[in-house]
T-cell receptor, first 112, second 114 residues
């Protein structure tokens, strides 16, 4: 079955360490997105990529970095510059605007 | 710029009662509207979408929504809810001006009580 895989589901890191969240899709979608979800805040866009080797900042990109070397993969790095990294992170992909997004099951990052 | 307002952060209802989750949007151009559902510690799942045509849209799990252009609303309804409908619901909008990226509301937590 096609879908989006995010790993790991739970991630714990010490403050000051960089951490990379994985997002892989086998849907052949061109566009991929990273969102951050905090209680009562809805989903906020971190980065998005509409084609391989190209990506743009979203609304809250500071302290995060991404790469898009392959169509299937869009990893997100949470750097030590991100002041409040503890959150639920969601990856999504889309083939065109009319179909909305397909979401992964998320990674819950806890920084202690 | 587009924006989405979900008017209720929490909606408690009893099982088998009807429910309406309210969503208003702002956009200066033609929009595409979506409702998603999220169960605890999971990703979002598409419930239904409005792209064009009939303003009454039917989705999965017995949900439906009505697009009202004059009131810039896209309210979600279900005539009789089940315990299993307990989840968070997100309204989202996209338009040409945003390059079709989705903007989400802050969500409405629907709690269905026995």
């Amino acid at each position: 079955d096609g879908g989006i895989t995010q790993s790991p589901k739970y991630l714990f890191r010490k403050e000051g360490q960089n951490v990379t969240l994985s997002c892989e899709q086998n849907l052949n979608h061109d566009a991929m997105y990273w969102y951050r979800q905090d209680p009562g805040q809805g989903l906020r866009l971190i980065y998005y990529s509409q084609i391989v080797n190209d990506f743009q900042k979203g609304d809250i990109a500071e302290g995060y970095s991404v790469s898009r070397e392959k169509k299937e993969s869009f990893p997100l790095t949470v750097t030590s510059a991100q002041k409040n990294p503890t959150a639920f992170y969601l990856c999504a992909s889309s083939i065109d605007f009319g179909n909305g997004y397909t979401f992964g099951s998320g990674t819950r990052l806890t920084v202690v | 710029a587009q924006s989405v307002t979900q008017l209720d952060s929490q909606v408690p209802v009893f099982e088998e009662a009807p429910v309406e989750l309210r969503c208003n949007y702002s956009s200066s151009v033609s929009v595409y509207l979506f409702w998603y559902v999220q169960y605890p510690n999971q990703g979002l799942q598409l419930l239904l979408k409005y792209l064009s045509g009939s303003t009454l849209v039917k989705g999965i799990n017995g949900f439906e929504a009505e697009f009202n252009k004059s009131q810039t609303s896209f309210h979600l309804r279900k005539p009789s809810v089940h315990i299993s409908d307990t989840a968070e619901y997100f309204c989202a909008v996209s338009d040409k001006g945003s390059n079709y990226k989705l903007t989400f509301g802050k969500g409405t937590l629907l709690t269905v009580n026995p």
